[in-house]
């Protein structure tokens, strides 16, 4: 067509019309009331077009311009002006075709759509993102070589109610898309916003706008953002980042972030998480600090986080690891003034919580979150009626290692087991204050499977004792052990303080309450006590050790060379609750002893001397105390040798009792001065039914034989014993 000779002159169409009818869409396009002015002197001479029309329905100013129709249909360089003004659009171009065989132009570019909507319905067009799109502008200087479109300069924009985009600079559209340039964005609802696209993310609802601003540049594949100023608010979060970010197939960030919000149990609660423990004690949060990597392993460094409330303080300085691997590296404080209200707070169920006062604890942390290494640790619960310290470390993983100082103290016993529903025996008076002060502190280490308590300093009122424990719990049952050394164990205050429960002058009967032995089945262990003496309150032992242990339901005490009053006892006593009726059993054994000092302090008697030796087996078996005495039985004997019996000479006695009968008058034989001297005085008894029967009881003396017997029924508290003493060298009585 370039050869063709074509001159038009000036041509004019007036109110012209033009009608397209789409025989598949059944849809109809109308050009009406076209008034159109057209210039072409020839085909090298320029070409104008210059009028205006109405495309269905809307009105349309057009103009166009080119150098030479010739130029262009041979493929070379040709300029030319268009522009096109309306209500719905304007645009204009200045700028020429290139040279090439296909259709090809580089151009200064300027359009502005004033109403995206009312566009699109003019020309039948369905958008589902109208309402992202109200207003839109494109301007800059644009190629297109046949395949790719090119923007130079470009300003671009799209506005709506619900969003702002703005984007200055170059980009290509084509088969190898890339962009380079300022990108501002303006989320002004963030809900309506997902509402509008179809997209479900309830917790997007926590924010309400987003501010974005970077240097951006992308080559379709792996897009980098520079200076990125990133700003997110909602009515209980602020969110803001700046940095860098890129992203191919993951966003990959580097900069400063920070996050606030003014109440985490508000925020966490809108989040649909409110119900997990803890939350109510949360107050403000604030976290900030750098952060790079990917999202799904950020790395957070100068990491500053923090929670303040009226219940609990804490806070964290350091780097954090997130992602499949978590690691940490920092330190930690918390602090609450109340564990009691804390706990309360969080719903948290927390054994003796009134006995609470402040907690206060710091570390430091590293390692993985599977394995994890706490160093430094000072933990302290202070203030209240039960208080802990422990200084040390700690590390978790497959299991928990702790290695440290603990110290408990709790100012009163007595009090703190009020605090649990349980009421001590009261202080005798003049006895000593009971159940007062308690502490112990040691070295503590091991795993929640084996722990040590090693350089255990105990005390509690004025009994003090050094120590070492430990417990394994990785068998069916703890197992439990222990050795403790006293500076002496004085039991009368608390022995005085269970008799002045006793009403006076009466013998309370054995009880007939279930015995709870419970606790011997809860675990196993080995004890081992050593002391000085023990000090009860008629009764005193020299150097003690005690040995007990517990397996499987038994209790088995040994206390072997026990020093009792000059002599030695051996005494072991068994508690088996391994079945549904309990046994017990007691063997002892005492040689040697002081008669008068041993018999005055069990049992007040002073009147005999001598050297005394006893030997006892007592079994036994019941649910109660009742049934256990009267379910008793054994044997044993007792011996005195070479002593006294003071206050009465049974010889002077028994001789003169005819004088007395016929004068109507004590005997003599009785009183202070009076002694009976024997060479043994001693006895076999056997208990049955909880009935013990003496059956061989004698005093022998130079010239004196005194006899007995008779039983003590233990189970009903009932005494019938009877002594016939005689002359050897004449008749009894």
């Given at each position: 067509?370039?050869?063709?000779?074509?001159?038009?002159?000036?041509?004019?169409?007036?109110?012209?019309?033009?009608?397209?009818?789409?025989?598949?869409?059944?849809?109809?396009?109308?050009?009406?009331?076209?008034?159109?002015?057209?210039?072409?002197?020839?085909?090298?001479?320029?070409?104008?077009?210059?009028?205006?029309?109405?495309?269905?329905?809307?009105?349309?100013?057009?103009?166009?311009?080119?150098?030479?129709?010739k130029t262009f249909l041979l493929g070379q360089a040709a300029p030319f002006t268009a522009k096109l003004d309306s209500q719905l659009i304007s645009l204009s171009a200045?700028?020429?075709?290139?040279?090439?065989?296909?259709?090809?132009?580089?151009?200064?570019?300027?359009?502005?759509?004033?109403?995206?909507?009312?566009?699109?319905?003019?020309?039948?067009?369905?958008?589902?993102?109208?309402?992202?799109?109200?207003?839109?502008?494109?301007?800059?200087?644009?190629?297109?070589?046949?395949?790719?479109?090119?923007?130079?300069?470009?300003?671009?924009?799209?506005?709506?109610?619900?969003?702002?985009?703005?984007?200055?600079?170059?980009?290509?559209?084509?088969?190898?898309?890339?962009?380079?340039?300022?990108?501002?964005?303006?989320?002004?609802?963030?809900?309506?916003?997902?509402?509008?696209?179809?997209?479900?993310?309830?917790?997007?609802?926590?924010?309400?706008?987003?501010?974005?601003?970077?240097?951006?540049?992308?080559?379709?594949?792996?897009?980098?953002?520079?200076?990125?100023?990133?700003?997110?608010?909602?009515?209980?979060?602020?969110?803001?980042?700046?940095?860098?970010?890129?992203?191919?197939?993951?966003?990959?960030?580097?900069?400063?972030?920070?996050?606030?919000?003014?109440?985490?149990?508000?925020?966490?609660?809108?989040?649909?998480?409110?119900?997990?423990?803890?939350?109510?004690?949360?107050?403000?949060?604030?976290?900030?600090?750098?952060?790079?990597?990917?999202?799904?392993?950020?790395?957070?460094?100068?990491?500053?986080?923090?929670?303040?409330?009226?219940?609990?303080?804490?806070?964290?300085?350091?780097?954090?690891?997130?992602?499949?691997?978590?690691?940490?590296?920092?330190?930690?404080?918390?602090?609450?003034?109340?564990?009691?209200?804390?706990?309360?707070?969080?719903?948290?169920?927390?054994?003796?919580?009134?006995?609470?006062?402040?907690?206060?604890?710091?570390?430091?942390?590293?390692?993985?979150?599977?394995?994890?290494?706490?160093?430094?640790?000072?933990?302290?619960?202070?203030?209240?009626?039960?208080?802990?310290?422990?200084?040390?470390?700690?590390?978790?993983?497959?299991?928990?290692?702790?290695?440290?100082?603990?110290?408990?103290?709790?100012?009163?016993?007595?009090?703190?087991?009020?605090?649990?529903?349980?009421?001590?025996?009261?202080?005798?008076?003049?006895?000593?204050?009971?159940?007062?002060?308690?502490?112990?502190?040691?070295?503590?280490?091991?795993?929640?499977?084996?722990?040590?308590?090693?350089?255990?300093?105990?005390?509690?009122?004025?009994?003090?004792?050094?120590?070492?424990?430990?417990?394994?719990?990785?068998?069916?049952?703890?197992?439990?052990?222990?050795?403790?050394?006293?500076?002496?164990?004085?039991?009368?205050?608390y022995m005085a303080a269970m008799d002045a429960q006793k009403p006076d002058g009466m013998i309370r009967p054995w009880s007939e309450k279930d015995l709870n032995l419970?606790?011997?089945?809860?675990?196993?262990?080995?004890?081992?006590?050593?002391?000085?003496?023990?000090?009860?309150?008629?009764?005193?032992?020299?150097?003690?050790?005690?040995?007990?242990?517990?397996?499987?339901?038994?209790?088995?005490?040994?206390?072997?060379?026990?020093?009792?009053?000059?002599?030695?006892?051996?005494?072991?006593?068994?508690?088996?609750?391994?079945?549904?009726?309990?046994?017990?059993?007691?063997?002892?054994?005492?040689?040697?002893?002081?008669?008068?000092?041993?018999?005055?302090?069990?049992?007040?008697?002073?009147?005999?001397?001598?050297?005394?030796?006893?030997?006892?087996?007592?079994?036994?078996?019941?649910?109660?105390?009742?049934?256990?005495?009267?379910?008793?039985?054994?044997?044993?004997?007792?011996?005195?040798?070479?002593?006294?019996?003071?206050?009465?000479?049974?010889?002077?006695?028994?001789?003169?009792?005819?004088?007395?009968?016929?004068?109507?008058?004590?005997?003599?034989?009785?009183?202070?001065?009076?002694?009976?001297?024997?060479?043994?005085?001693?006895?076999?008894?056997?208990?049955?039914?909880?009935?013990?029967?003496?059956?061989?009881?004698?005093?022998?003396?130079?010239?004196?034989?005194?006899?007995?017997?008779?039983?003590?029924?233990?189970?009903?508290?009932?005494?019938?014993?009877?002594?016939?003493?005689?002359?050897?060298?004449?008749?009894g009585l």
């Open positions: 067509y370039a050869d063709m000779q074509i001159s038009l002159g000036t041509f004019t169409l007036q109110n012209g019309e033009v009608i397209y009818e789409n025989a598949q869409t059944g849809t109809t396009t109308s050009l009406t009331s076209v008034d159109m002015k057209m210039t072409m002197p020839g085909m090298d001479k320029p070409f104008s077009a210059d009028g205006d029309l109405i495309y269905n329905g809307t009105p349309f100013d057009a103009q166009i311009k080119l150098d030479t129709p200045d700028g020429r075709f290139t040279a090439s065989n296909a259709i090809t132009f580089e151009a200064d570019f300027s359009s502005d759509i004033p109403s995206v909507s009312k566009l699109d319905a003019a020309f039948g067009l369905e958008n589902p993102y109208v309402a992202l799109t109200e207003t839109a502008s494109l301007n800059g200087a644009l190629a297109f070589d046949g395949v790719t479109l090119t923007a130079k300069n470009a300003d671009a924009s799209l506005v709506s109610d619900l969003i702002s985009t703005d984007f200055k600079g170059d980009f290509a559209a084509g088969p190898n898309p890339n962009a380079a340039g300022d990108l501002k964005l303006s989320i002004k609802d963030l809900t309506k916003l997902t509402n509008a696209l179809g997209v479900n993310l309830p917790q997007v609802g926590i924010l309400n706008t987003v501010d974005l601003s970077a240097a951006l540049s992308t080559d379709g594949a792996l897009t980098t953002a520079k200076n990125v100023d990133f700003n997110a608010k909602g009515d209980g979060l602020d969110i803001a980042y700046t940095g860098d970010a890129t992203f191919d197939q993951l966003l990959k960030l580097g900069g400063e972030f920070d996050v606030q919000t003014p109440s985490a149990k508000a925020l966490l609660s809108r989040l649909g998480l409110g119900g997990f423990p803890g939350v109510g004690a949360l107050g403000n949060v604030s976290a900030k600090g750098s952060v790079s990597g990917p999202v799904t392993a950020l790395s957070l460094s100068g990491l500053d986080a923090k929670t303040d409330s009226d219940l609990l303080s804490a806070s964290y300085q350091g780097a954090l690891t997130l992602g499949e691997n978590m690691t940490m590296q920092g330190n930690f404080a918390a602090n609450a003034p109340s564990v009691k209200s804390l706990a309360a707070s969080a719903n948290l169920p927390l054994p003796y919580a009134d006995a609470m006062g402040r907690l206060d604890l710091k570390g430091a942390v590293s390692g993985a979150a599977n394995a994890l290494t706490l160093s430094g640790i000072e933990a302290a619960l202070t203030d209240g009626m039960l208080n802990v310290r422990f200084d040390g470390a700690a590390q978790t993983g497959k299991a928990l290692n702790y290695n440290g100082a603990v110290a408990v103290d709790i100012p009163s016993v007595r009090q703190l087991a009020s605090i649990g529903g349980i009421d001590l025996t009261p202080s005798a008076d003049g006895a000593g204050e009971i159940y007062g002060p308690f502490s112990v502190s040691g070295d503590a280490s091991g795993t929640l499977q084996n722990a040590k308590f090693a350089n255990a300093n105990i005390k509690l009122d004025h009994l003090s004792g050094t120590g070492a424990f430990a417990t394994t719990m990785s068998g069916a049952k703890p197992n439990l052990s222990g050795t403790l050394d006293m500076s002496g164990l004085d039991l009368r205050p419970v606790m011997l089945n809860l675990f196993d262990g080995t004890f081992r006590l050593n002391t000085p003496n023990i000090l009860m309150s008629r009764m005193e032992m020299g150097q003690s050790t005690i040995d007990a242990s517990v397996k499987d339901g038994v209790l088995s005490t040994d206390i072997p060379n026990v020093s009792l009053y000059g002599g030695q006892g051996d005494l072991d006593l068994t508690v088996n609750a391994k079945g549904a009726v309990p046994k017990i059993a007691m063997d002892f054994t005492l040689n040697n002893l002081d008669a008068n000092s041993f018999l005055g302090a069990a049992a007040g008697f002073t009147q005999l001397t001598g050297n005394t030796g006893t030997t006892m087996k007592i079994r036994g078996a019941g649910k109660s105390q009742a049934e256990i005495m009267r379910s008793l039985s054994g044997d044993g004997k007792f011996e005195l040798a070479q002593g006294t019996v003071k206050g009465v000479d049974i010889g002077q006695f028994v001789s003169g009792l005819d004088t007395a009968l016929t004068s109507r008058s004590l005997p003599a034989g009785i009183g202070p001065s009076y002694t009976t001297p024997f060479s043994q005085l001693g006895g076999l008894f056997t208990i049955k039914n909880g009935v013990v029967t003496m059956g061989d009881f004698a005093l022998k003396g130079n010239n004196v034989l005194a006899e007995g017997g008779g039983t003590l029924d233990l189970g009903n508290q009932k005494i019938d014993f009877s002594l016939r003493p005689r002359l050897t060298e004449g008749s």
